[in-house]
């Protein structure tokens, strides 16, 4: 189908195919590719050709050509998208190959504007935090390499098309949006129907700016510099005709230079070059102002913006925003630290129904992720009643490109600690390729109070243990393969020892400790899945391990499981009396009894899923089918053998169930209930209870997060 339209002297021709003429026809496509040029012409100047050509193609996506583009849809971005290409590409002819941040970034710029122009509001904000989490892990290449000698294609394509974009929205605020189109418009009267490149670009740049942006373009377009900029202090100052003199002083952080913009609020009262190491501002107003911030319009890719504020006495510089906790979404923000809070309720034995307050930060939803958890027990008589739980991450202070840190503390519900955490990316490619990660762990774990304590799981001890450990996650098509291995050394310490007088006294143990595990997921016939995994465990020291300290073989270890306190002690939630939870981990075993545990373990664990429904939308996304089986050797401190006389342990179960996955705003879970048909130890089942024999109902359930 063909139509036809106009654009002052300029003719418009559409072709598509009959059956998109709902989306294409009636002069759909005609008035959009008509609105792209009346857009077009405000930036540069009148269309260069006498006609323009809009076909729709098969592919998605959209390929310009001079006089002609070709788009896979007919919508008004994409439209205004590729008909920009017919400037900054062909009439402004540059080398899309050497310099593609003057097509695709120029032609993504003038997009933008265009939505901004009429009413959907300004890219920058959605560009900047998404660039900055580049910047901030080393993912960013300038914006001005040649298009071959980036890392991979995914980083050309960011850097090409959106970090070019930033370039020139950062470009507008440096020169001001007026200036900004009067470089426009000149650089196409003066280059259109040439070649241009960088040099030209600039050079028309500072003409109309009538300023020397080298700086500009070197640190944007041959540098991945970072921005960071604190308001270090304040000086006010009462004039005879009542007005106010303020002096602000600014220190430099980062390696980048940028103007920054001193202001209140909606008001900005001045602008600092941004380039010295230390920069004083002076102004005059009318009024006293209020609480100084630099940058309040978010315009100076400034990486940490919480020490932009004014100091004040007893409250530091970061501006906190207070609220209530939404557990199913994280709040984040650019230009401050979110601190949100929620009341928590659960029960155990020794505690009875335990009343907690929980506060959770961020910053940029990576930074200062911090959680603090209060606890106050409600049962009369209830030993050490309150408890106190913090985590500190990723401080803005001690930030390291792709690393996590982590120092937790605490002493809640008869226990008591300290835990170190680093993890390491050594990931190659932005989006592809292997995952590895290496990290370091230091554990500290001391029990206070016996009261809260499942006997089955824990003993009357400490430990300090610290170590390395590597993983590593990859694809090949829809296969998954991934492994971790941690290896970690320390000492036990027991109280009282065996025979003691001395109240003080303690027995103390060295030993080492290490798990591993691979696991390979891929898909079988009619849209099944099937996972194997395997593991080893080990635990080697002159005596016999504590409980919480040796190798698990039904699920996770108490260490493991001690932040969630619906697992955490004797008579909670999810491990009062009757009711059979899984928490996975360990050997994975999981017809077995939750407190079966040993020295070593080898097991194979084996899931094969069949989903019976799966929708995009809503809280259910899948309900699936299952079936398990599990098979390995532990030793026989964790179930005697049979007959006796050997020294490990064969076990082996298998059973089937039922699986939903669910999705509620940021979180996904898991739901599962298995069915366990065969346990060989069926005197060690899950949920065996004196009086049954070897057939007999059981049931488990597990609940985890999923990706």
Known sequence: VYEQGHYGNVAVHVLYQPQDTASWGHGVA??????ALAWLDTLYGPFAWPQLTNVHRIEGGGTEFPMMVMNGGASLGL??????????????ANNEWREGFLDEGFTSFQTGWFYEHHGAGAALPGLDPWLLDLDLD????????????????????????????????????VVGDDAMRRI???????????????????????EVAHQDLG??????????????????????????????????????????MMPVEIGERDTIYARATGQPLEERVEFVTARKPGRLMLDPRLKAHDWNMLNNREPRPFKGRSLTELRIDNPTRETVRRDRLVSAWLPLVWSNTAGGLTLALRARDNYLGRFDRNVTIGSLATRRGAPRRSGLYVRWANPTASFTPRTATSVAAWSVE?????????????????????????????????????????????????????????????????????????????????????????ANRYDVDGYARTEGEARVALPLWLKSRLSVRLYVGGYAAATPPPLQRRILLAGADPYETFTNP?????????????????????????????????????????????????????????????????????DTMAIPSSPPGRSYTTLYDAGVGIATRHVLGDLAWRLRLDLPLVVNRWDRAADFTPGDGRVAFRWQVSLEAVR
């Not at 439209?79 to 590409?89: C, K, L, N």
């Not at 196409?188 to 050079?203: F, G, Q």
């Not at 070197?218 to 009462?238: K, M, N, S």
């Open 79 to 92: 439209i205004v998208h590729e008909v920009g290409h017919q400037y900054t590409m062909g009439i402004l």
């Open 30 to 35: 005609v008035g959009r590719t008509v609105t």
């Open 215 to 256: 700086w500009f373009f070197a640190e944007w377009l041959h540098g991945t510099p970072l921005f960071d900029y604190r308001l270090q202090r304040v000086a006010r100052r009462h004039l005879a005709d009542g007005s106010w003199r303020t002096t602000v002083t600014i220190r430099r952080l980062g390696d980048g």
């Open 566 to 634: 619906l697992l955490r002690s004797s008579g909670a939630l999810f491990v009062r009396p009757g009711f059979h939870y899984h928490a996975s981990g360990g050997a994975n075993l999981r017809g077995f009894a939750p407190d079966a545990s040993g020295r070593w373990a080898v097991a194979v664990n084996v899931d094969g899923t069949k989903p019976l429904l799966r929708v995009n939308h809503g809280l259910l996304r899948e309900i699936a089918l299952t079936a398990f089986a599990d098979g390995g050797v532990a």
């Open 414 to 502: 008869g226990r008591a600690g300290l835990a170190l955490h680093a993890d390491r990316s050594l990931r190659s490619h932005l989006d592809f390729g292997p995952d590895p990660h290496a990290g370091f762990d230091a554990e500290w774990m001391a029990t206070t109070d016996v009261t809260y304590l499942d006997r089955r799981l824990w003993d009357d001890a400490g430990s300090i243990e610290a170590g390395p450990w590597i993983s590593i996650t990859t694809q090949h098509g829809q296969t998954e393969w991934s492994g971790r291995l941690s290896l970690r050394g320390g000492v036990v310490y027991r109280y009282p020892g065996v025979g003691v007088v001395s």
């Open 184 to 206: 426009l418009r000149l650089y196409y009267a003066r280059w259109k129907l040439r070649h241009v490149d960088e040099a030209k670009l600039r050079a028309v740049c500072e």
């Open 138 to 173: 080393g993912w960013s290449e300038p914006i001005s390499l040649v298009s071959e000698r980036y890392h991979d294609f995914t980083t050309y394509n960011i850097m090409i098309y959106s970090k070019a974009q930033l370039f020139y929205e950062e470009l507008r605020f």
